[in-house]
């Protein structure tokens, strides 16, 4: 096409002003850069006035792509026809990679470019053989954000087309446990957009998480997801949405009491709210409400049991009782040992290595650098957020090592992963 244009004696520049791109592109075009991305070929059409249709960018008489508004597909295209596109486009790939020393580049580039993938079909009918699949798929994709800090496109994404399934025929019993399950695979995905900073996706999630649970008659993932929907207003400065959240998470709770995994979740929603309540400088309250949190919990493990420890250790460390903090922040750095949860682990050193630095302990220094080198490695915005209280500490220390490693914090904390 450009290579047509060029040999009509049209300059560089009067091409790029035409496509919308520069002359170095132009260049490389015409010397044999493959073009496959949609989007820069919609535009070389538009800007030349070439209709799509005859560059394979759309199907049918009106200019609409491949796929219309909604990323809804377009009317099907013949096998024969998908074949060879599909022929066509991996030819392109390979053959000039192989081959580029004995045949000319003009009669390798791609007739079209490949369709975008029509969505996977789904089944005829669901069973609960399909429900434990997809809770399976949720713990996986669970510790693996877990390990890694992050994965918010890639776990949104699997809980988006997962939603699907609940337009597929089943039985009552099965269609209650499937909205269960999307409850539990929409909080993971909340949890996961909220780690990576993306709060507008993070609360769409907790809300599709909430009618799924609500519809369901899940009173647990209701009150659930409310607990960790709590974290995000609370980490942005607004502690009374957090306080909201979690006292209408006990209020769902109530109906549900004699379960024996609802004094855990009950638990749980009491200390948040202490932990809440500390970031309001209420110290007598929020130690109260701590107090009756813990008063006969029973945590199922050590990682529970460390978790709460860490959350007694943030409290303190909110109203300044460092002594208390650091006791409660080793005891949860041991109860997590061994634990693959990356991401629990450093946001517990980021703690621990504050406290020390708060204190003037001479240990702090070296906790600290090693906190930031364990952030850096997750992707995990929250991590780094975590870092600026850090950082605050660091710079409230006289000495240019100090200085340095505050410097060094803040950086970090401003990288978004």
């Given at each position: 096409?450009?290579?047509?244009?060029?040999?009509?004696?049209?300059?560089?520049?009067?091409?790029?002003?035409?496509?919308?791109?520069?002359?170095?592109?132009?260049?490389?075009?015409?010397?044999?850069?493959?073009?496959?991305?949609?989007?820069?070929?919609?535009?070389?059409?538009?800007?030349?006035?070439?209709?799509?249709?005859?560059?394979?960018?759309?199907?049918?008489?009106?200019?609409?792509?491949?796929?219309?508004?909604?990323?809804?597909?377009?009317?099907?295209?013949?096998?024969?026809?998908?074949?060879?596109?599909?022929?066509?486009?991996?030819m392109?790939?390979?053959?000039?990679?192989?081959?580029?020393?004995?045949v000319?580049?003009?009669?390798?580039?791609?007739?079209?470019?490949?369709?975008?993938?029509?969505?996977?079909?789904?089944?005829?009918?669901?069973?609960?053989?399909?429900?434990?699949?997809?809770?399976?798929?949720?713990?996986?994709?669970?510790?693996?954000?877990?390990?890694?800090?992050?994965?918010?496109?890639?776990?949104?994404?699997?809980?988006?087309?997962?939603?699907?399934?609940?337009?597929?025929?089943?039985?009552e019993?099965?269609?209650?446990?499937?909205?269960?399950?999307?409850?539990?695979?929409?909080?993971?995905?909340?949890?996961?957009?909220?780690?990576?900073?993306?709060?507008?996706?993070?609360?769409?999630?907790?809300?599709?998480?909430?009618?799924?649970?609500?519809?369901?008659?899940?009173?647990?993932?209701?009150?659930?997801?409310?607990?960790?929907?709590?974290?995000?207003?609370?980490?942005?400065?607004?502690?009374?949405?957090?306080?909201?959240?979690?006292?209408?998470?006990?209020?769902?709770?109530?109906?549900?009491?004699?379960?024996?995994?609802?004094?855990?979740?009950a638990?749980?929603?009491?200390?948040?709210?202490?932990?809440?309540?500390?970031?309001?400088?209420?110290?007598?309250?929020?130690?109260?409400?701590?107090?009756?949190?813990?008063?006969?919990?029973?945590?199922?493990?050590?990682?529970?049991?460390?978790?709460?420890?860490?959350?007694?250790?943030?409290?303190?460390?909110?109203?300044?009782?460092?002594?208390?903090?650091?006791?409660?922040?080793?005891?949860?750095?041991?109860?997590w040992?061994?634990?693959?949860?990356?991401?629990?682990?450093?946001?517990?050193?980021?703690?621990?290595?504050?406290?020390?630095?708060?204190?003037?302990?001479?240990?702090?220094?070296?906790?600290?650098?090693?906190?930031?080198?364990?952030?850096?490695?997750?992707?995990?915005g929250?991590?780094?957020?975590r870092?600026?209280?850090?950082a605050?500490?660091?710079e409230?220390?006289?000495?240019?090592?100090?200085?340095?490693?505050?410097?060094?914090?803040?950086?970090?904390?401003?990288?978004?992963?």
């Amino acid at each position: 096409m450009f290579c047509a244009l060029k040999a009509t004696g049209i300059s560089y520049r009067r091409i790029a002003a035409l496509a919308g791109m520069s002359q170095s592109e132009v260049s490389e075009i015409i010397s044999g850069r493959r073009v496959l991305a949609y989007n820069l070929l919609v535009r070389i059409a538009e800007g030349l006035g070439i209709p799509r249709e005859l560059m394979g960018l759309s199907y049918g008489d009106g200019p609409k792509s491949a796929y219309d508004n909604e990323g809804e597909p377009a009317p099907e295209v013949d096998e024969v026809v998908q074949r060879r596109r599909f022929l066509n486009a991996v030819m392109g790939i390979v053959v000039p990679a192989v081959f580029h020393h004995v045949v000319p580049a003009e009669l390798l580039t791609p007739m079209d470019p490949l369709r975008p993938a029509v969505p996977t079909p789904l089944p005829s009918r669901l069973g609960m053989s399909d429900v434990d699949a997809l809770r399976t798929l949720t713990e996986r994709m669970r510790a693996l954000a877990r390990y890694y800090g992050g994965q918010a496109e890639t776990i949104s994404a699997v809980a988006h087309r997962s939603t699907r399934l609940m337009g597929v025929t089943s039985d009552e019993q099965v269609k209650a446990d499937l909205g269960s399950a999307l409850a539990e695979l929409h909080s993971v995905a909340a949890w996961c957009c909220f780690d990576s900073g993306a709060d507008d996706a993070a609360r769409a999630h907790f809300t599709r998480s909430v009618e799924f649970a609500h519809d369901a008659g899940d009173a647990y993932s209701h009150a659930y997801t409310l607990w960790l929907a709590s974290s995000l207003p609370g980490e942005r400065g607004y502690p009374d949405d957090a306080l909201t959240l979690l006292q209408m998470g006990q209020i769902v709770l109530a109906p549900v009491a004699g379960e024996p995994r609802v004094a855990f979740l009950a638990g749980w929603l009491r200390a948040e709210a202490a932990y809440e309540l500390s970031r309001l400088g209420r110290a007598d309250r929020a130690r109260s409400e701590m107090a009756a949190a813990r008063d006969g919990w029973e945590p199922p493990d050590a990682d529970e049991a460390a978790d709460m420890d860490a959350t007694l250790a943030e409290l303190e460390l909110n109203l300044g009782r460092l002594d208390v903090a650091e006791s409660a922040a080793a005891a949860a750095m041991r109860g997590w040992e061994g634990n693959p949860d990356r991401r629990r682990s450093v946001l517990g050193a980021i703690t621990l290595a504050t406290i020390h630095v708060r204190a003037g302990e001479p240990r702090g220094l070296v906790m600290a650098k090693s906190a930031i080198d364990a952030v850096a490695l997750l992707r995990s915005g929250r991590a780094r957020d975590r870092l600026v209280p850090l950082a605050a500490a660091l710079e409230a220390r006289l000495g240019s090592d100090y200085r340095e490693l505050a410097r060094m914090t803040r950086q970090v904390a401003t990288t978004r992963a």
